[in-house]
Structures are given as C-alpha cells and as structure tokens.
C-alpha cells in the first residue's frame, strides 16, 4: 500500500536538483555580458534558474500536480520563468548540449545545465515508478481558482514533474487545502469590501514591513475579518496596491485542513515543512481564519505543532502571513506561545447600520445578478432597523446579511422578482417566529418582561418609591447598575418583577419602552462557561445592547471562587457602562463578599430596600389574596388577612415582611383545600399557622402547665415564678408593646443558678415542645475583651469568620430558650452587649448578620452573687441596664412541701411505682413518704429523679422480700421503708 512518501523522489536527489540549479544560476551570473552569441541569443536563454528562497528547501515531486496561479502568471512572463524545460519536457542529451554551444552558451555552463536536466529526468522516473507501484487512491481536488498556464521556476517545487495535461504550480499542497483569493477576485467570485479602507491600509502597511511582515485582524465574530483580505485581495487582482504586494497570491488555509489525516507522528511534521517551503516562496500570503488555534494545533506528546513550524520563518520574515481571531481567545494563546509577537495587530470594529448600508446596498446588487431578485431601499432600511433592535446575539454586517439573504430566498420560494418594504417587514417577522433574539440569555434565563406581557407575574403593590430608583439608574449612562440591598424576604425580586411589568405596561420613560430584563443565575452560568467558556462572550454580546438588562438574584454569588472567571470577565464591561445589571442580595452578604472586593462594588448603585409595615404588608396579601382566589377558589376574609400579618409578625421573627405573611397566607389557603373548605376565616388561619410552627398559638394551656411545674419541683422562689409566669401571659399572647425584645429574660443568681438546666429545659418543653429547644453558651470563661469574638464572632477577613455560631441558631429556629451561663463572671465589654442585645431584640454578630431574640426566653446565671447581696450590689455588680431588662430575679426560698405533694405524687412516686410493678412488686405510697419526699427535694438545682434514685429508691430496694408481691412505701423520721402489703 502506499505510504505518504509515494510518488515522489529521494530527499538527496531533490538536493542534488536545487544545488545544481543555484550554480547554475551562479555561473550565468557570472558569465560576462559579450560572451559570443550572447546578442543574437533568446532573452529566456540567458535568464538563469531563479534560486529557492533561504528559507525554503526542495519541495517533493508530487504525484499529481493542480492548476493553480504562481506568481509567474501575474504578469505574463516574470523573470521566474527560464529557457530550462520543465519536467513535462524530454530529458536534455549531448546533442542537446552541444546545441547549447552553438547558442552562445560556455561550455560549463552548458554541461552544468545538461546535468541538470539529467537529474530532473532521473527524479521524473523515480516519481513515476513509484506511482505505478502505490494503489490508487482518490483524485485530488482542484483549489478553488486555481487557474493554469504559468511557468515554473527551475530548482524550485514548482519544476516538479505533473500530471499529463495538468501545469504545475509549485505549491501542490497549498492548491488541495488552500483556496487562492487572489484568483477568485480576477473571476469576480468575491464579494466587494465596503467601508474598510483604514483596516485595509493598515494591513497593506503590515505586510510590506521589511521585517515581521505579518498580521493578525482581531475583532468579535461576524464583523467582517474575512471581507478585509478578501477586499485586499481584489485591489491586488486589480493592482490597486503598493509594488510589493502586486501579483502575490493570497492563499486561505483552514487549519482543520493542514491537521486533517496526521494521525500517526511525523505525518503533520512532514506537511507543516511541506507548507514552509510552499509559502516561503516569493509572492505568496498565507491567510489563516482562527489563528489562535495555531498555538495548539497538532500538539502531542513529543509532537511539534503548527505553531512551532511556523515560528521560524515567521520571525524571520520568510513567510507573509494573514490572520483573524476574536480578541480573547487570541490573547489566551499568546499568553502560553507568544503568538502576538509574530503577528502586528490591527483591531477591527463593529460597524455601526449606518457604516452596513453601503455594504449591504453592494451585495443586494450582486445578487440581484445572480438571483434575479431586486430588492428596494426601503426594504433594505427595515431589514436594517430590525437587525440592528431585535437580533441581539450577532453583529453588523453578518446579521445584516443574513437577514437580506432570508428575504431573497423567501421572494424565491414565493416566485415573485422583487423585495418590497412589505415583502421585508414579513421576512423580519418570519425571523422573529423562528429564532430568538436573545438565544443565550434565553437559555441560561427567563425573560421577566415576556412573562409580564403573558400574565405570569404579580401582582406587585407597595414598592413605588424602590422601582422608581431602579427607572433611575437604569437611564443613567454610566454605572448602571442598581444593587438592591435589604433583608432576606423582604421583596427585593418583586421589585424587579414590578418593573418588568411596569414595562410590559409602557409604564415607563421612552428610552425604557424596550427593555427586556433577563433573570439570569448566576450558578447555572458559571456551570455553563465551565464547559463552553464562549458562552460568556456570547451572553455579553447580547447583553450589551442598550435593549437588554440581566437580573442577578443572590448577586453575592459573583465573589465565591465557583464564579470567579465569570465576574472578571463580568467587570470590565460593567465599568464601562456596556452592560446594564441589576443585582440582589442581603446586607450581611454584601457587607461579607461584596464590599471586600472593592473593584465589585464599585461597579454598582445601592437602592436599599427596607421591610413594609403593617398597612403595606396588608394591601400586598389583598392582592395575593384575589390571585389565589382566581388560582384555587378559595376565600380569605378581611379579618383572616389581618390575623395573618400578626401571626406573621410574632412567628416568624427571623424573617422579613412581606414574604412572610405571604407565605402564611398561601399556607392558610393550602390548609383550607387539605380540610375541604371553600373559605379561611380567624379560626382557620390560626390553625394553619399552628401546623406550620409546630407550636399551638395559644399559651394557656402551656402557662398553667407551666406554673404547676414550676411550684412543685422548686425551681424558681414564688415570687420569681409569679413574675416569669405573669411577663410570658402577656408576651406569648402578642399583647407586649415591643414584640422585638425576648419573650421573657430570668435571672438565677446564688444556689438558684444551679437549677438552671432544669429550668431551661421544662421551659423548652412546656413553651416550645421539645426539651431539647435549648441553646446553652457558658460566658464564665470569656474574661477578655477579645473574647467577644467567640461570643459574636470574627471580623470579616479574619480566621474563622466564616464558622457557624452558637447563637445562629435563632436565625433558623427563633423558639428556643437561650441559656447564657456566668454572665457575673465574663468581661465587662460582654456583659454590655448582651444587656444591649436584650434591649434592642437583637444580637447583631461580627459579620453584620441580625439574630432575633423576639421569640425566645432567655435564662442568665449569676452563682457568684449570693441572694442575700443588697439590690445594690447586685446592680453594681450586673449594670442597671442589665437588671431593667430581666423579668424575674430568682434567689429566695423556694415554695412549701404542702404545694409540691401534688406533684410529686404524680411526677416522681407514680413513676416510681409503676416500675416497681414491672418488677413484680405491685405497690402503694402513703402520704408520709410523699410529704418526706417533698420537703427534701434539693433546691440547687439537681434533677429530682436523679435525687429520688439516690436517696430513695435505692434503700428500697435493699428491703425488697425474696419473693414478689404486694408493698407498700411509706416514711418515718428515718426515711423511707417499705411493708409488705396485708394479707
């Protein structure tokens, strides 16, 4: 089988050819000028063999020659062109030497010539032998305008043998994967180049630079690089251009091309020499589409790539070079292969619809030729009006152009000869049903003005003065950019949606009547580009038409390193005024990853937004309230609604308004459907909320039930239950003027703070459902200033500011007893926050972030304050804000045994006896071991079955009979004892 060397001779012989050739060329050089016959000789016998460039080494014989324009054909017989016959011609003999003599020619110089011709002759059959042998393969095809005719240059490729009837070019590879511009442009096959005259310019100076005399066009996609060379390579067909440039042939290779089929090592080496040699020959430009991918094309491992082939005669100026690419992926590679310093860059520039009339004027009279459709100026000015407001994701000329050529084709289709305004406007709504003009934003988002117009938002009511800041920053023109800033739930996306609809309305000034806002996330894009990174380019392409705003939700995002890439490529254009973004997000978030990167910030407008009172939460759930009436036929009345925004308000105190009524309100209904009920009133509404917080709404039940347990197990002193008792009727009904502060503040100072555990817990189990509803931070340890970092937390920037805090617990669950231990004991600095906090409602932790206290009960222990210190003391010791803010001081005697019986009959002796019975001991308490029981039970706080296990049920046990059955307890002055039952 044929390999890839077949069909050409030996390395050394080619050699050999292009050596003798440069002799040859010496000795005529040297012959002197009045040599005998040298006057009455042909011109073409005296030229010598033109020598190959310094760079270039003998090209291989081919196998198959393709037509093609050298530069010899420019001009109808440059001095390329030599007496010495071509490989087509029949090897030169003695006789033909002698010949030679008798021309004029001296005699070395003749023997030198006849040798050459030797050679030619022998590399010629090697070639064909080889041929003759390799299986047949697939014709190759001819290069796009390659025309025929030109002479080679002898000692070049171009002198190789080819096939019958077919001239050689000297550049075989370059006509199978190149296509020769400078050819179609003399057959009219090219599109004129309009309105790039200064790009064209500054290319020509590029290219007859004495050194470096390449150049790379860089502009986005679809601007029209490819028209600059080809326009070029018309004013060289018409020899519009400066002597150095004139009969060049401009040759575009597609790198797919030159990689395609070198699999196997030494293939790609093989013709990117191959490519050197042709290109390196004198007037000839290579023009290469995406030269950015030379700096990794046919890269392997231990492999050399384009590039590295190329970097030689590049540097050196043996090889004139065109390139085009997109500025960004052009500047990546240079990074990694220097790139940019083989090629002078010359930035192109979007035009402008006015710059893309002539251009498009141009082409509709070229096809007009060949299509036979005409199509009218005013046709052409709303094709151009529309490209320019609705195809958003391409640029001028492409889009233009393709829009024209859509309009011809439908005239086609239709038969008619002609394309009028009429004809146009249908060809631009034929395009907008079936294309997007936004197709990126589109499939990374949703288009919150399209889902206005179709229904699909609201209602939003109560944010006028917030959308009106948004219609504010939006018309300015530069910095654009509004970042709405306000607690979580508090409505910042209704506000955009308001203004999406308020533009669906035409509820706004002009220059906003076509806006469409984009909800992009911001996760979903960095996912994306992670895998395409393109997409970016294109979402800032369709981005940056004054038409387009982009939403981001949660816009804190754009600081974590997951969307880092992103938000770099992001900036620029946003300090530029480029894009339009409206961002979102909380306070604390923008104060932690925001305001850090100060480049970020600076980019954007705050417009805070502040949670609604009461009347406006309101006239938002009426609003609601008749869409769920629509959507679920299900009535709410007016006094359900207001019972609503209050259960909202003493509920859910870690959350903002309006987000939490409406929440509630969509519960209610939910609740209403799941019951089969056709309307919510109070009742319902209650029993909605009571579901969702897993608590019931009202305390009666807890409070008796409470009270009962605080007397009979001895945890507070009467007149510190009575107090906590009284404070939690009015606060767990919603009756307190200030809802902000804690339900009810404790303090145990003395032998009472040892009862703190078990007062902490029955109030997490008795007001919140759950004994565990406790969280438990000892403060004794924090005697330094500096501790109120383990308190509150560190510092933004600082080493474990990022880690979750005790406290943060009340942001997610705000129904918790906060147990704060040793508060006498911690720093000064400490103790004064927490009295603050207990004040305002609210502990605001180092990173910003608000934690709630409205809806918890907190209980502080003081045990190194005696409870028979002074009340002055005890306030120098604490501060007077910290005892305004306590609701019950416990620190006395606790209540007579005579109001624990009940209790510890029930609590502790019938659990007691149960087990007993388990056991196989049935058994009965007398009054006498109750009563014992009740007037020892330990006041420091001990759990009581714990006590009861120590001290009386273990000397139970020690008199248990052998044999079970019936006991009685009962209790002398001595203890507990036990009697076997009578009878």
Not at 253 to 280: D, F
Request: glycine share 8%.
């Amino acid at each position: 089988m044929a390999g890839p060397d077949d069909g050409r001779s030996p390395a050394s012989l080619d050699l050999a050819i292009a050596w003798l050739g440069r002799r040859i060329a010496d000795m005529a050089a040297a012959a002197p000028a009045s040599a005998p016959g040298t006057a009455d000789a042909p011109p073409s016998a005296t030229r010598s063999p033109e020598p190959a460039p310094r760079s270039a080494r003998p090209s291989p014989t081919p196998t198959a020659a393709h037509p093609g324009p050298t530069p010899a054909s420019h001009d109808g017989g440059s001095s390329a062109r030599t007496a010495t016959p071509s490989h087509g011609s029949a090897p030169q003999t003695p006789a033909d030497a002698r010949d030679a003599r008798d021309a004029g020619l001296p005699d070395d110089l003749a023997a030198a010539t006849a040798a050459l011709e030797q050679l030619r002759a022998a590399s010629e059959a090697l070639g064909q032998l080889s041929a003759s042998t390799a299986e047949p393969g697939p014709a190759r095809p001819v290069a796009a305008g390659a025309s025929s005719g030109a002479a080679p240059a002898p000692g070049s490729a171009a002198a190789m043998p080819a096939s019958a009837g077919e001239p050689a070019t000297g550049t075989p590879l370059l006509d199978e994967i190149g296509r020769d511009l400078t050819a179609l442009a003399r057959d009219g096959m090219l599109a004129p180049s309009i309105g790039r005259d200064a790009e064209t310019a500054r290319l020509v100076e590029a290219l007859v630079r004495p050194t470096r005399p390449s150049a790379v066009l860089l502009g986005p996609e679809g601007i029209g690089k490819d028209s600059i060379v080809e326009g070029l390579a018309a004013r060289v067909a018409a020899g519009e251009v400066p002597a150095p440039l004139r009969d060049v042939r401009i040759v575009e290779v597609p790198i797919s091309a030159l990689v395609a089929g070198t699999q196997y090592r030494g293939q790609l080496e093989e013709r990117l020499s191959q490519l050197v040699r042709e290109a390196s020959r004198p007037g000839l430009v290579l023009f290469i589409d995406g030269v950015d991918q030379l700096a990794r094309a046919g890269r392997t491992e231990g492999g050399m790539g384009a590039l590295e082939a190329l970097r030689g005669p590049l540097a050196r100026g043996d090889l004139r070079l065109i390139g085009s690419a997109e500025p960004e992926p052009f500047r990546v590679a240079s990074e990694t292969s220097g790139l940019d310093q083989l090629l002078t860059s010359i930035a192109v520039a979007e035009l402008d619809r006015e710059a893309t009339r002539p251009v498009l004027a141009a082409l509709r009279d070229r096809l007009a030729k060949t299509s036979g459709v005409t199509v009218s100026d005013a046709a052409l000015d709303v094709l151009l009006r529309f490209a320019e407001a609705r195809i958003l994701s391409r640029r001028f000329p492409d889009k233009a152009v393709d829009l024209l050529s859509e309009a011809i084709a439908a005239a086609i289709v239709a038969g008619r000869t002609a394309v009028d305004e009429a004809d146009a406007t249908a060809a631009t709504e034929a395009w907008s049903q079936r294309a997007s003009a936004t197709p990126t934003l589109d499939r990374l988002g949703r288009d919150l003005v399209g889902l206005a117009r179709a229904g699909q938002l609201g209602p939003i009511v109560g944010r006028e003065r917030e959308i009106g800041a948004l219609i504010g920053v939006l018309l300015r023109r530069t910095k654009r950019n509004p970042a709405l800033i306000g607690p979580a739930g508090s409505g910042k996306t209704a506000i955009v949606e308001g203004l999406a609809i308020r533009i669906a309305r035409g509820e706004v000034p002009e220059a906003l009547r076509e806006t469409r806002i984009h909800d992009v996330p911001l996760l979903g894009l960095a996912a994306a580009a992670a895998t395409n990174p393109r997409i970016v380019e294109d979402l800032l392409q369709e981005a940056r038409h004054p038409s387009v705003v982009v939403f981001f939700d949660e816009m804190h995002v754009l600081a974590l390193p997951a969307v880092h890439d992103v938000a770099e490529r992001l900036k620029p254009p946003l300090a530029r005024g480029d894009i339009a973004v409206i961002g979102a997000t909380t306070s604390e978030e923008y104060q932690q990853l925001i305001e850090p990167q100060g480049a970020l910030a600076r980019r954007f407008t705050l417009v805070p937004v502040e949670p609604m009172d009461a009347a406006a939460v309101r006239s938002v759930l009426v609003a609601v309230r008749t869409s769920l009436e629509t959507a679920r036929h299900v009535t709410v009345d007016d006094a359900a609604l207001d019972e609503l925004v209050d259960l909202a308000d003493r509920f859910l105190p870690n959350r903002a308004q309006p987000d939490k009524g409406v929440d509630l309100l969509e519960q209610a209904v939910t609740w209403a459907i799941t019951h089969g009920r056709a309307t919510v009133d109070v009742g319902g509404a209650r029993e909605a909320v009571a579901a969702l917080v897993g608590m019931p709404l009202d305390p009666s039940q807890a409070i008796v039930a409470l009270d009962a347990d605080l007397r009979a197990r001895s945890l507070l002193d009467a007149g510190a239950a009575d107090a906590l008792l009284a404070r939690l009727r009015v606060s767990l009904r919603g009756l307190d003027s200030d809802r902000d502060q804690p339900d009810a503040v404790v303090l145990l100072r003395g032998a009472a703070a040892g009862a703190a555990d078990a007062l902490a817990a029955l109030l997490g189990e008795r007001l919140f459902g759950r004994a565990g509803a406790v969280i438990d931070i000892d403060l004794a340890p924090m005697t330094e200033d500096s501790a109120i970092s383990t308190l509150l937390g560190s510092a933004p920037g600082l080493v474990g500011s990022d880690r979750t805090l005790p406290l943060h617990a009340l942001r997610r669950s705000p129904w918790q007893v906060l147990l704060l231990r040793g508060i006498d004991a911690c720093a000064a600095p400490i103790r004064d926050t927490v009295a603050s906090a207990l004040s305002a409602g609210r502990f605001t932790d180092a990173m910003g972030r608000s934690i709630p206290l409205g809806a918890a009960v907190v209980v502080l222990t003081a045990p190194a304050l005696d409870a028979t210190l002074p009340e002055a003391v005890l306030g120098a010791a604490l501060g007077a804000q910290l005892l305004a803010v306590c609701d019950a001081i416990a620190g006395g005697t606790g209540p007579a045994a005579d109001e624990r019986g009940d209790w510890v009959r029930s609590e502790l002796v019938g659990p007691l006896l149960a087990r007993l019975a388990r056991a196989g001991y049935p058994a009965t308490a007398t009054d006498a071991v109750v009563t014992w029981i009740a007037t020892r039970l330990p006041t420091d706080g001990t759990p009581p079955e714990r006590w009861l296990d120590r001290e009386v049920t273990g000397r139970l046990l020690a008199a248990l009979p052998a044999a079970p059955g019936r006991v009685t307890l009962d209790a002398t002055e001595a203890g507990p004892v036990l009697r076997a039952a009578a009878g």
